[in-house]
């Protein structure tokens, strides 16, 4: 394969669910030679979806690779997913790409996911080209989704190509860069080039067709002061100035450049491999990624060949035979087997060994690879996805993404008895290929979370668990995680007075109990004074105290926001110690709690949801019988964009209702926010359903 870094491209296939962008991934593999039949999803032969979950639930679960070689370029496909529980497979995937190719389903609109894969490229700067998929469908609107493409791309939508409309839907493309005609014939990808005249077009079509032309001349002579010059000068550009044009307006963002087709026809992918050649930036032409030096300072690493080797780590695959692959974009200098390098995320050593390129579900060897390119490296012992490897002389590191708050949350238990370990570390490899999954203990509940973006999400997590470890477990909502605190300030006593023959237990300790501000948590204050109480067991009746705050009076749950100041109290020169001041200070909390009023606090989450325009009164009407704050809406495209606060125990189930509400359209993220005042008429069904905490 080419291995000169202008020869590289690496391309995200990206966009909303149910685009065909799988199927668009296959085509170029098909076009450019990779491989000897057209895979097809609803044939199950795909290159890119080839896990059985994928398989089973028709859709893209995990980002997927493949590498083909086009006129001398190696060309790197990542193909994302684009439903909303594993749309989040594209951030980690869009560190290890040059540029990225949308599709867009020529026959319906765009979805909350449109917005965010669009917003993501944008925060990457990560330049786009446009792909309008599905042209053969009824319906099909191709001028409709270049609005789309203005809506959610930072760029300005451009047509590079027009299509050819005949009586069963698209049959060619317009080629506007070299004003040529592309008559497909059947599904064989082949095609006869015609001109783009009257007298082949027709008349209406020709005209068209030439303003088109005239606007892509425009846009890209914008791109550059020495092409507009020239362009005011003589009116026009040569083939090679818009090419010129076009990509430097794709490299800074300014330009989308719009091709379509049809992955099902297998039509318009050697003109959208041309696209990918001829009009993405090379890894030599993108910009320095920001990194930290050693020394914790700003630096710059830049795509040279010869400079000290960096690489950001940004997929993980596992696999229970063959090992853990840590799948790299090399950004700086020239990989090679045995090169011995600084995980400097992590601050730990490194090795690689065989370099990888990965082609669906296998591997090949490759010598050495060069900035932009994207390898696979077996078997690193403290590497993760985000962690950056860098030359030892040059320690520098690359900003890891932000992790992002799980939309959802399960209990899970074991189906058999005494597998509760081995689920959850089977649990932990399965969320160390996927970031967005997290395995914890909620230390309040004791329930095993399994916390991802969907019920999907969580449900195929589980699948894998099985598949691959031999372990299945139960799924159930979990439980809520209330706090209790007091309204009224009490004083209270604590008395243990215990003899039993030789050294008794004796303590005695008075207490003073009051509320704190939300969010303030404990305060211990001691105001013992004449020496009431010896200075050594006062740390002993505050430890008394925080054992008694970890079970409520009122239901059992742990209690927060007071201040226990000890005043008074006796002791006994034989029968105190450490354990009976304990004692006492737990007996004086309980007993002066379930005077102090005790009430019952409940978590609120921060949700943000989108949703498309003509959903908003289902959305807005059902957050308010769930009890929801709404706190604003702005606008993002077509795209309403909600951001309530809402009491957890009412969106434990949100996804699969919003999905109803929206028609899978909306999308929404949540995280921790604070806690507020369960209303009475809640607090007798929670304190009913758990017992009495006393």
Known sequence: MASSSSEVRTVAIMGQGGTGKTSVADALVFAAGGNNRLGRVDEENSLFDT?????????????????????????????????????????????????????????????????????????????VLAFINRLDKDGSDHEAQAAIVNNVLRGKAVMVQLPLLGGDGINGVVDLLRARALVYDGDTGKFNETG??????????????????????????????????????????SDDDLLAGLRAGVASGVLVPVLCGSAARNLGFVPLLDAIADLLPAPSDAQAVDGIDGKGEACSISPEPDAPFVAQVFKTIIDPHAGKLSVMRVLSGTATSDLHVVNTSKDSKERLGHLLHVNGRKTEQVATAGPGSIIAVAKLKDTHTGNTLADSAHRVKVRALEPEHPAISFAITPEKAGEEDKAVQGLLRVAEEDVYLQVERDEDTGEILLSGAGQLHVEVACEKLARKYGTSVVLHAPKVPYRETVRKKVKAHGRLKKQTGGHGQFADCRIEIEPQPSGAGFTFVNKVVGGAIPRGFIPAVEKGVKEAMKKGTLAGFPVVDIKVTLYDGQYHDVDSSEMAFKTAGSMAFKEGVEQAKPILLEPFVSLVIRVPDECMGDVLGDLNSRRAK?????????????RAKVPLAEVLRYQPDLTSMTSGRGSFEMSPSHYEQLPEHLTKSVVTATGSGS
């Open 51 to 127: 896990e059985p979950e994928e398989i089973k639930h028709r859709c893209s679960i995990s980002a997927s690779i493949f590498n083909v070689d086009w006129k001398n370029h190696a060309v790197t496909i990542v193909d994302t997913p684009g439903q909303g529980n594993f749309v989040h497979e594209l951030r980690p995937a869009l560190r290890g790409v040059s540029a990225a190719v949308m599709v867009l389903d020529a026959s319906s609109g765009a979805s909350a996911e449109a917005g965010r894969v669009g917003s993501w490229a944008s925060e990457e700067s990560v330049p």
């Open 196 to 237: 783009v005249g009257a007298d082949e077009l027709g008349a209406d079509m020709a005209e068209k067709v030439q303003l088109a032309r005239d606007t892509l001349v425009e846009d890209a002579a914008e791109c550059d002061d020495e092409l507009l010059e020239k362009y005011l000068e003589d009116g026009q550009l």
């Open 630 to 642: 709404v706190e604003g809406m702005d606008q993002e495209g077509s795209t309403e964009k909600i």
